[in-house]
Nanobody, 114 residues
């Protein structure tokens, strides 16, 4: 069983920055891929960014050049640095971890005001 705990959400003005953290209850070296998803009201959950155990990254087109995903294996933590935030980035952000099962955190709210 893997538990994922997110932190770092909040309210920020357009153009601002936030850093989300996701800490796992197990060594993330054992987690094949970790990622961040988001879900805005009335919309489907969508992938924001992901990073494999080997360090390969993938980003949604809408966040390329603004968001950066990284991992600290020693801290069992994955980060999402979000810069130049826009109102359309407002959503609940969820951490995801894939082993042979799919694990999710509880979500953290990010609100970007215009």
């Amino acid at each position: 069983q893997v538990q994922l705990v997110e932190s770092g959400g909040g309210l920020v003005q357009s153009g601002g920055s936030l850093r989300l953290s996701c800490t796992a209850s197990v060594s993330i070296v054992s987690i094949r891929s970790m990622g961040w998803y988001r879900q805005a009201p009335g919309k489907q959950r969508e992938l924001v960014a992901s990073i494999t155990s080997g360090g390969s990254t993938n980003y949604a087109d809408s966040v390329k050049g603004r968001f950066t995903i990284s991992r600290d294996n020693a801290k069992n933590t994955v980060y999402l640095q979000m810069n130049r935030l826009k109102p359309e980035d407002t959503a609940v952000y969820y951490c995801n971890g894939i082993t042979w099962l799919d694990y999710w955190g509880q979500g953290t709210q990010v609100t970007v005001s215009s």
